[in-house]
C-alpha cells in the first residue's frame, strides 16, 4: 500500500510494524478488554517525523491514533472497531530529557517519556515531578498529558494539568506548535495547552512537554491504618490536614475486599495490620527536613485519632523498605483485579465531604440490581476520587445474562450516585470508549456543543482519535431539560 511504503520511505523499514504479532500489544487495550485492528503501526523519533506523519495520512484520508504506553484503562488508546483502520502513532522512541533547570525548577522532555524515568531524572538533580501513579514504569508523559492524569500525589500537588508549564504538539495540519514555555505567568490570551491536556489525543499529538519540578522531599512518613468505615476515615483525613497542612502528600482509602484481592493475586505483597476485615488507609507524610521530625508528627496525630476511637490499628514505617512495601500493596491493585476477574471499574469523584454518603449511596443502588454482588473500593480518598467496584470472578461474569446492559445499568447506578452529590463520572482516567455514553447522559447540550466547536476548529477533518470524548452529535441524547437537571446534578 502507497501510505505503508511512504511511511518507510520516511521513517525506515524498523519503525513500521504491520506484522500481527509485532501490532498485537499495541491494538489490545491493558485489560484485555478491547481489541481492533489498525493499518499499521509508526515509530517516530522525533517532532518533525510526527508531523510528517500526519500530512502524509491527511493526504491519504486515514485516522491518526496517538499512542504512549498504552494503559488507559478506558479504553482510549486503542484502535476502535468502527470507521477506518487508523494508523497508531507510538512515541516510545521520543525519550529523551531534553533539559532541565533546576533554578527555574522546569523540565523539558519528550512526549514518549515513560513516567518512572521522568522521576529519576526529576530526583537526580535533587528535584520531585509529583504526580505518581500504578503504571508509572510504563505510561508515557505524553499518555499522562493527554489524560490529565491524576494518581497518589493530586493531594498536596494537583493533578497532570498543574505540573504542566508548556506544550509542543502536532496539529491537524501537520504543523508544529511550539508552546514549550516554562513560564509561571503567561496571560497571554487562551491558555491552548489546557485544551490540549485532558484532550485524549482528539486535538493533536503532543510531543514534548515542560514540567514543573518542586523540591525533592528528603523525609518522608507512611503509615497504614485500619478503621472502621468511611466516615471515620474521613475524620482522620480532617486531622491530618488541620495538623500538617501541605505536608499531607497522600491520603488513600482501600476496603477489605481490595487488600484480599491483593494478597490472594500478588506474591509477596502483605498487609501490615493483623485485620482485613473494615476499612484500610495509607497516608503519606513528606517534606523537606529530617525523616525523625516527621515520624513524630505522623505518630502524633494517630495517638490522637486512636484517643478519638477513630482508627483501630496504625502501622508507621520504620524503614525505606517499609514504606515501599506499603505503597506496593496500592500500587497492585490494578493489577491484582485484572488477574482476579471482572471489575465494573467507575472513576467517579465527589466533593471530599460527600465520600462517605457516595459509598453508601452507590452500594445500595448497586444492590439493588445485582443483589450481594462483593465491592470493590480504592482511591484517592484526599482528592474525593473513588473507584467503585462491582467484582465478579470470570466464571461469574461469563455466567451473566445480557453482560453489556448489566455492566451499564450498574456504571449508571454508581455514576447516578456521584452525580446526586453534584460529583463526576471521570475524575482522572478519561472518557476513551468506555464513558462516551456517560458524556451524553451527563453532559448538557450546551457543553457538549461548544466541545464539539472546540474539535472542529483544531481538527476539521477528524483525523484524530475519531470517535473518542464526544459522542456523535446525531446520537440519542436526553431532553434538554432533563440534561439541564442532570449537569446541576454533576
Ligand atoms: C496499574 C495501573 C494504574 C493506574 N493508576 C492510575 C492512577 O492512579 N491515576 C490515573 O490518572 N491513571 C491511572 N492509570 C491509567 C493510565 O495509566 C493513565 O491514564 C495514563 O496517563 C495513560 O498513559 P499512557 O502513556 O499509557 O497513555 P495511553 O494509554 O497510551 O493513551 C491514553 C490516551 O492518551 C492519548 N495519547 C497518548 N499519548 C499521546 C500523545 N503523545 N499525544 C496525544 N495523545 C496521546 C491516547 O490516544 C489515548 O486517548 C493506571 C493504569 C494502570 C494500568
Not at 511504503?5 to 523499514?13: I, P, R, T, V, W
Not at 490472594?264 to 527536613?289: F, K, N, Y
Request: aromatic share 6%; hydrophobic share 45%.
Amino acid at each position: 500500500m502507497a501510505l505503508i511504503e511512504a511511511f518507510k520511505q520516511l521513517l525506515g523499514d524498523t519503525a513500521v510494524l504491520t506484522q500481527d504479532e509485532d501490532l498485537a500489544g499495541l491494538i489490545e487495550d491493558w485489560r484485555g478488554r478491547f481489541r481492533a485492528p489498525a493499518l499499521c503501526a509508526v515509530l517516530p523519533s522525533n517532532p518533525q517525523q510526527v508531523a510528517a506523519i500526519v500530512r502524509l495520512c491527511i493526504e491519504h484520508g486515514v485516522p491518526v491514533l496517538p499512542q504512549g504506553g498504552n494503559t488507559s484503562l478506558c479504553g482510549g488508546a486503542t484502535p476502535f472497531d468502527e470507521g477506518k483502520r487508523p494508523v497508531i502513532v507510538a512515541l516510545t522512541r521520543m525519550r529523551r530529557i531534553r533539559s532541565i533547570d533546576p533554578v527555574n525548577n522546569t523540565m523539558e522532555v519528550d512526549a514518549g517519556c515513560v513516567l518512572a524515568t521522568i522521576h529519576e531524572a526529576a530526583a537526580a538533580t535533587g528535584r520531585l515531578y509529583p504526580v505518581s501513579l500504578g503504571a508509572e514504569g510504563s505510561c508515557q508523559i505524553g499518555g499522562n498529558i493527554a489524560t490529565n492524569a491524576g494518581g497518589t500525589g493530586v493531594l498536596r500537588y494537583g493533578n497532570t494539568r498543574d505540573n504542566v508549564l508548556g506544550l509542543e504538539v502536532v496539529l491537524s495540519d501537520g504543523s508544529i506548535w511550539d508552546g514549550l514555555y516554562a513560564l509561571r505567568k503567561n496571560n497571554t490570551g487562551y491558555d491552548l495547552k489546557h485544551l490540549f491536556i485532558g484532550s485524549e489525543g482528539t486535538l493533536g499529538i503532543v510531543t514534548g512537554a515542560v514540567l514543573k519540578l518542586h523540591p525533592l522531599p528528603t523525609a518522608e512518613a507512611v503509615a497504614w491504618l485500619a478503621v472502621d468505615d468511611p466516615q471515620r476515615a474521613l475524620d482522620v483525613l480532617g486531622l491530618f490536614q488541620a495538623s500538617c497542612s501541605s505536608r499531607l502528600s497522600a491520603f488513600e482509602l482501600l476496603n477489605d475486599n481490595q487488600i484480599r484481592l491483593v494478597l490472594e493475586q500478588m506474591p509477596g505483597r502483605r498487609c501490615p495490620v493483623a485485620r482485613i476485615d473494615g476499612w484500610h488507609v495509607v497516608v503519606e507524610l513528606s517534606d523537606t527536613g529530617s525523616t525523625q521530625e516527621i515520624t513524630a508528627t505522623m505518630q502524633a496525630v494517630l495517638e490522637r485519632a486512636l484517643e478519638q476511637g477513630l482508627i483501630s490499628d496504625a502501622v508507621v514505617a520504620s524503614s525505606g523498605a517499609q514504606r515501599q512495601a506499603m505503597w506496593l500493596v496500592r500500587h497492585s491493585v490494578s493489577e491484582a483485579n485484572k488477574k482476579a476477574g471482572v471489575g465494573l471499574t467507575s472513576d467517579t469523584a465527589v466533593p471530599v465531604s460527600a465520600v462517605p454518603a457516595f459509598i453508601a449511596q452507590a452500594t445500595a443502588s448497586v444492590r439493588a440490581i445485582v443483589p450481594d454482588v462483593p465491592v470493590v473500593v480504592v482511591g484517592h480518598m484526599g482528592d474525593g476520587n473513588i473507584h467503585f467496584i462491582p467484582f465478579f470472578s470470570f466464571d461469574e461474569w461469563n455466567a451473566m445474562p445480557d453482560r453489556d446492559s448489566l455492566a451499564d445499568r450498574v456504571r449508571q447506578a454508581i455514576d447516578d450516585a456521584a452525580g446526586a452529590l453534584r460529583g463526576t463520572f471521570s475524575a482522572e482516567h478519561g472518557i476513551g470508549r468506555t464513558l462516551i455514553g456517560e458524556m451524553s447522559r451527563y453532559k448538557a447540550p450546551v457543553e457538549l456543543a461548544l466541545m464539539r466547536a472546540v474539535k472542529q476548529a483544531f481538527d476539521p477533518l477528524s483525523l484524530f482519535n475519531p470517535g473518542r470524548v464526544l459522542p456523535p452529535a446525531a446520537a440519542p441524547s436526553v431532553s434538554p431539560s432533563v440534561a439541564t437537571t442532570r449537569q446541576r446534578e454533576t
